[in-house]
């Protein structure tokens, strides 16, 4: 950790007077190993130590000194304060949280000294997975003296962050790295961890998370991290984590400065300053006194362009918990983003519609008025008359949103495909298939594969529908796999995080994989297109499982890796909706059209994906 060199006379004059006045004497009960300071007393950089965890933790701490960085007056109220005096290990940071529950009452500039508990918090509980955040709680808090200057923030930058993005886990310790001592120099988390609490500065860097609703958004420090075309940080694979990441956050009340609206490949320019924290959703976060001004860059929503005669055009859209109390606003931006940017495929799967009442929970299955209002929104935006196939849920069987009982919906144009109805299909029939006039047929269509399997427990069953387009029959899966509710996060303490939520994505795409291989052995030549929400990465062990045996081939994987994403998540722009092609499709144009992960102003939160092609 660099020094903080430009720390004033006066600042030093206050801590010498404190340690004078024997204000900072460390507590009775602080154990042999608090390793105090060479002058005897116990200061911030003792209590965070050169691990994860305080080795003071659950110990009484007394007089520790220091200069107030940042006060918070929402959410985990409290303060940060730093000690001007560093000491010369880079592993021990010299700021630390203080938590007092109600709104604080010191003020930047306050040269302070603090007794009270040092305690470990786990943002999101212990179950989360999540690494601690060193904090003293219960605190007792004296005032020196207040306009004190701050001590310099050090610098987070392209060159302070190290490539590697964190060492293995412990396996002794369940792959724990807790315990491990920090090396800053070596491993990104270890550097953040190494300034936790800590006052730091970025300058100018690029926006990779469009600001969201909790008043937040990402940058990066690296601009030429995995960038993407349009201006975002694309996650790769599992050992590609993007180190260059920080979450921004403002301390400023909102009613006293408004949060700024950035979108992906914006500029937050100038210096942003202040604490780094350590919070539930993102980890490490930069607390911001001072924030920089957003500079827009103008990033544009994407156009596909529309089918030629002789291509069908199918399209994947997760249009977010759509139902009748959403506002019509809703609904119309959908269906211009369906008109104009999809330039009306032929059929479009839907994924997240929800009944005809919403979250209301009253055993309300049927979506027939949510679908009536957005293919007539479609029509009110100059898009064809769609019609529309689905099967009901049983209620409270298929996740989500409570009382929702989302659902996928096949959407198709009849001017230009035909649907092949077969009777009998609800929620809980399978659908199979069988050989008619030499041709693979299913049973039921649209009809749901296999929806007792366990695999499909409290989630979205497949739906699969049989269509035709110029005489050629299209067999399409609609897919909404199990979310990622339950993983643990990236800047887990767990090295590599625990993504326990898999097993249920492998054996729903196992189930998939299963099926298109049963209509390729009845006809091998089959155009068959398995799409929706697979909640996975194109390089992840589910999409191995759907294309298991070469029956399916992802084909986001014809784009360039910098074209391949359809979500953002804390500043990783990634793959989860995808469209995959039987072997017979292999000449086909893709397009993952970016019209709302990249946007603080989204009507979804993902990006629809079409693909076109000749059957």
Avoid: C
Avoid at 120 to 145: C, D, F, H, K, M
Avoid at 519 to 534: E, T, Y
Wanted: glycine share 10%.
């Amino acid at each position: 950790m660099p020094a903080a060199s430009s720390r004033t006379t006066a600042v030093s004059a206050v801590v010498t007077a404190a340690l004078a006045a024997g204000l900072l004497t460390g507590a009775a009960t602080t154990s042999a190993s608090a390793s105090p300071s060479a002058d005897g007393q116990v200061r911030i950089h003792d209590i965070q130590g050169a691990t994860r965890i305080s080795p003071l933790t659950g110990r009484q701490v007394s007089g520790v000194a220091g200069i107030v960085t940042g006060v918070r007056t929402y959410g985990s109220k409290g303060f940060w304060f730093q000690d001007p005096e560093p000491d010369a290990a880079p592993a021990t940071s010299e700021g630390i949280f203080v938590f007092t529950s109600s709104a604080p009452t010191v003020a930047v500039g306050d040269a302070v000294t603090v007794s009270g508990t040092v305690t470990e918090y786990v943002p999101g509980g212990a179950a989360s997975g999540n690494q601690s955040l060193t904090q003293i709680s219960r605190p007792t808090v004296a005032v020196v003296s207040s306009g004190n200057t701050l001590p310099a923030p050090v610098t987070i930058s392209e060159r302070s962050v190290p490539s590697r993005y964190a060492p293995a886990g412990d396996p002794a310790a369940g792959g724990s790295i807790n315990a491990l001592p920090l090396a800053p120099s070596r491993y990104a988390l270890d550097h953040y961890e190494s300034l936790e609490g800590m006052n730091v500065r970025i300058g100018t860097s690029r926006v990779v998370g469009a600001t969201d609703p909790h008043a937040e958004l990402w940058v990066t420090v690296k601009p030429h991290e995995n960038a993407s075309r349009r201006g975002g940080t694309v996650y790769g694979s599992y050992t590609a984590q993007n180190t260059g990441r920080l979450q921004i956050q403002s301390l400023v009340p909102l009613a006293e400065q408004p949060f700024p609206t950035a979108d992906v490949g914006d500029v937050l320019s100038g210096t942003t300053e202040g604490p780094l924290d350590f919070n539930q959703y993102g980890g490490y976060t930069l607390t911001a006194r001072t924030l920089g001004t957003v500079t827009g860059k103008g990033l544009a929503r994407e156009t596909t362009r529309k089918q030629r005669g002789g291509e069908l055009a199918v399209a994947t859209y997760n249009v977010e918990n759509l139902d009748p109390t959403d506002p019509q606003e809703k609904f119309d931006a959908l269906a211009a983003a369906v008109v104009d940017n999809l330039a009306s495929p032929d059929i479009v799967a839907l994924e997240e519609i929800q009944d005809d009442n919403g979250a209301k929970d009253d055993g309300t299955v049927s979506a027939d008025r949510t679908v009536k209002m957005f293919t007539d929104a479609i029509v009110a935006a100059g898009g064809p008359a769609y019609q529309w196939r689905s099967i009901d849920p049983e209620d409270k069987k298929d996740g989500g949103e409570p009382g929702g009982n989302i659902r996928q919906v096949f959407l198709f144009d009849p001017e230009r495909v035909s649907f092949t109805d077969r009777a009998g299909g609800d929620a809980t029939t399978a659908t199979d298939v069988v050989r008619q006039q030499g041709r693979a047929a299913l049973t039921l269509s649209p009809g749901r594969i296999d929806p007792a399997n366990a695999a499909w427990t409290n989630s979205r069953k497949p739906l699969v529908g049989e269509f035709v387009f110029r005489g050629r029959t299209v067999f399409v899966v609609a897919n909404h796999f199990a979310s990622k509710g339950g993983d643990e996060s990236i800047v887990s303490q767990h090295q590599p995080p625990a993504r326990s939520s898999e097993v249920q994505r492998h054996a729903q795409a196992e189930v998939v994989n299963t099926f298109v291989k049963k209509l390729l052995s009845v006809r091998k030549n089959a155009d068959v297109l398995v799409v929706g929400d697979i909640n996975d990465f194109e390089f992840s062990g589910t999409t191995k499982a759907l294309t298991a045996g070469g029956v399916l081939y992802p084909a986001v994987k014809s784009l360039p890796r910098q074209e391949r994403y359809s979500y953002v998540y804390q500043g990783n722009t990634q793959v989860l909706d995808q469209i995959l092609t039987s072997p017979s499709i292999d000449d086909f144009h893709y397009d993952s059209v970016h019209i709302n992960a990249e946007f603080a102003d989204q009507n979804s939160d993902h990006d629809p994906q079409v693909l076109r092609f000749r059957p």
